[in-house]
């Protein structure tokens, strides 16, 4: 299974992004899917995530500003960005697991800077 995330880029504080992950196989395969982010010199951070029943969970930092949804016909999650603020700057990375493994995709690098 391969994740292809794309969405990326450079974007000014209160400004929106929408990152994109297609997955080379049904998403129904999947017990969830979601969105990790990594900031220079961090460790790499939950961001969102969206369950199989469609239960989503999300950081307290981007609550209210990020949702994550899906697109079962595209094999595509998706992560709306707003209000976007500085701290928000990472490289982000797309998740999925099944049963049997876990999945990552190559990383986005959002930058929120005037």
């Known amino acids: 299974v391969q994740l292809q995330a794309c969405g990326g880029g450079l974007v000014q504080p209160g400004g929106s992004l929408r990152l994109s992950c297609a997955a080379s196989?049904?998403?129904?395969?999947?017990?969830?899917m979601g969105w990790y982010r990594q900031a220079p010199g961090k460790q790499r951070d939950l961001v969102a995530i969206?369950?199989?029943?469609?239960?989503?969970n999300y950081a307290d930092s981007v609550k209210g500003r990020f949702t994550i949804s899906r697109d079962n016909a595209e094999n595509t999650v998706y992560l709306h960005m707003s209000s976007l603020k500085p701290e928000d700057t990472a490289v982000y990375y797309c998740?999925?697991?099944?049963?049997?493994?876990?999945?990552w995709g190559q990383g986005t690098q959002v930058t929120v800077s005037s």
């Open positions: 196989a049904s998403i129904f395969r999947f017990n969830g």
């Open positions: 998740y999925s697991w099944d049963t049997r493994k876990a999945y």
């Open positions: 969206i369950l199989s029943d469609g239960n989503t």
